[in-house]
């Protein structure tokens, strides 16, 4: 451990945070818990670049830490292998449960393609980073073209559209932010300077230990926040539905055999209704007309039966 990596594992776990605000709020639009139109909103597409912006810049100065005064070839092939696994994990799993708009290149898909980019700036003068990533950001704007139309090339970021895709982060822009990690890197001359005392990790108090711990975990942690949080909404709005529909269960037998009508033919009936309001999710809708028109239709069809 060292004092420059533990702020860089601190700077890493504020970007985890950031990142699971966002995410968050994304599964409270998509489940319809708020405005579902907020995590499409300007502002919250902004917080959302941001987030991504430091994860990449970040992992640039992480490089250059790691290989700038000695590339070690090994390690840097094994975190690549590591990081090209999770990119094809994400897109393995956003395309079981989002077939139309899977993640086919990503952040992580970006951080690996971009620290092949950055090995030769390793062993370069601080400007070069910065004249790479400027001219790929510059790119950005003037160099799409309909050649880059084609699926093929979509990776680039030059095609004249954006993709459908749930995070599209193409080379050009968002590689430049890890470029501009391994210019500000050797810029400042940061030097890890190891610390073999391991109480050192405990320096900091418990919110630094514990943003570096998140850190630390980053990639781990982007690997299944998404499917925890996703699950755990899903399961939610499952059990919020079963208790809607007994609740509604109870009070249509109610009412029914307050009218007079046969105990069993009520319990039939109601069973029936539930089902079918379950199955074509009305009682949300409820207080709304057009949900209680279609809650009569369904009880009348569950009477005649």
């Not at 094994?78 to 993640?103: D, E, H, K, Q, W």
């Not at 089902?275 to 409820?286: G, M, N």
Request: charged share 15%; hydrophobic share 55%; aromatic share 12%.
């Amino acid at each position: 451990m060292t004092a420059r990596l533990l702020w860089l594992d601190v700077a890493r776990g504020l970007a985890v945070l950031a990142m699971l605000a966002f995410h968050l709020g994304w599964d409270l639009g998509h489940f319809g818990h708020i405005d579902p139109d907020i995590p499409y909103s300007q502002a919250y597409k902004a917080f959302g670049h941001a987030t991504a912006a430091s994860f990449l810049l970040i992992a640039g100065v992480s490089l250059t830490l790691a290989h700038g005064t000695a590339f070690r070839a090994r390690a840097y092939w094994r975190r690549l292998a590591l990081l090209i696994g999770a990119a094809l994990l994400v897109s393995g799993g956003t395309y079981i449960a989002f077939p139309s708009s899977f993640v086919f290149f990503g952040i992580l898909h970006c951080i690996a393609a971009a620290s092949l980019l950055a090995v030769p700036f390793f062993f370069l003068p601080w400007p070069a980073a910065f004249v790479a990533g400027f001219a790929l950001v510059a790119a950005s704007f003037f160099a799409r073209a309909p050649l880059f139309d084609a699926p093929v090339f979509w990776w680039t970021g030059l095609s004249t559209f954006e993709p459908l895709t749930n995070d599209y982060r193409p080379l050009a822009p968002w590689a430049a932010a890890l470029l501009f990690g391994v210019g500000v890197a050797k810029l400042a001359r940061l030097r890890p300077t190891p610390v073999t005392d391991s109480p050192s990790r405990k320096d900091g108090g418990p919110a630094t230990r514990g943003l570096a711990f998140l850190g630390r975990h980053s990639l781990a942690l982007y690997l299944v926040h998404q499917p925890v949080l996703f699950a755990g909404f899903t399961a939610a709005a499952m059990l919020l539905a079963s208790i809607q529909n007994a609740r509604f269960e109870e009070a249509c037998r109610a009412q029914c055999v307050a009218a007079g009508a046969d105990v069993q033919k009520c319990a039939t009936a109601c069973d029936c209704a539930a089902r079918e309001a379950a199955r074509e999710d009305v009682l949300p809708e409820v207080t709304t007309d057009e949900g209680r028109a279609r809650l009569e239709r369904i009880a009348r069809a569950c009477v005649v039966k």
